[in-house]
């Protein structure tokens, strides 16, 4: 894919492109806190019939440079909106993970004819009850310990039979880990956890076709009025049920 550096008012986003050529509605993957692009490599492997957009999220991956680390879910959400400006991309189909999916919902929400349709895995809405703020303030004494941090981190997020039968989905956990700085992550946990507003009204509110998908084992709840396929595995449903969440992406064509 061919990777260029978008300047948002966040800093310098890395965006990745496989053109197609086809008139038909390009489509953009955002991926889930602690990641990269590389979440969806096998998703994107499977869509040939249209241009795919992938964006590294800010601080992850290569989106490093100037990046203004005093950011909000609303921010990231503008964000998006300018990467599309900047690929003079009028309307696009939006596949989010977990923190992707809580951008792409708030920019359809503030932008519904930007968007096509939108699919949301994997995507917290709540906000943070005190016992789980209280419980990231403890996992982040942790951080000293990053490789115990890290682990810790896995198990939450996947599957218990996911890392049981797959130990190299633990290997690409630590891979894109391992370029946030601790601070950066204490500072992407507040972006995406800590100061999350409540989201029900926006998916109860949304004007854009929406799909949702979920684990199992997941955390986080089925989002209301939102169609939701369950799949086996935790929180990372792109790497834990590749097959599956490769034909959602294809429904919301």
């Known amino acids: 894919m061919e990777k260029i550096l978008v300047n948002t008012h966040l800093g310098k986003i890395a965006v990745y492109k496989k053109i197609a050529d086809t008139e038909n509605i390009p489509i953009i993957f955002l991926h889930g806190v602690y990641f990269d692009h590389h979440l969806w490599d096998i998703q994107i492997e499977e869509i040939k019939d249209r241009t795919v957009i992938t964006v590294d999220m800010p601080l992850h991956g290569e989106s490093w440079l100037n990046i203004n680390e005093d950011l909000s879910l609303n921010d990231c959400a503008d964000m998006l ?54 419980t990231f303030g403890i996992q982040h004494l942790m951080l000293v310990f990053r490789n115990f941090y890290t682990k810790q981190a896995a198990k939450i997020l996947f599957g218990k039979t996911s890392l049981k039968e797959n130990p190299s989905l633990l290997n690409q956990f630590k891979r894109s880990m391992s370029v946030l700085s601790n601070k950066q992550i204490k500072q992407i946990n507040k972006v995406a956890v800590l100061n999350a507003d409540d989201a029900t009204e926006l998916i109860e509110t949304l004007k854009v076709k929406a799909l949702a998908l979920k684990g199992e084992e997941d955390y986080v709840p089925t989002p209301p009025k939102i169609e939701t396929t369950i799949v086996k595995g935790g929180h990372i449903s792109p790497l834990e049920s590749p097959t599956e969440v490769t034909e959602f992406c294809k429904s919301l064509f």
């Not at 708030?106 to 004819?113: D, I, K, L, Q, T």
């Open 81 to 134: 909106i300018e990467i599309l400006d900047s690929l003079h991309i009028k309307k696009v189909i939006a596949i989010g993970h977990s923190w992707g999916s809580m951008t792409i919902l708030r920019a359809a929400h503030n932008y519904p004819e930007r968007f096509a349709s939108i699919g949301l895995c994997n995507m917290p809405f709540h906000t943070a009850t005190k016992k789980e703020k209280a």
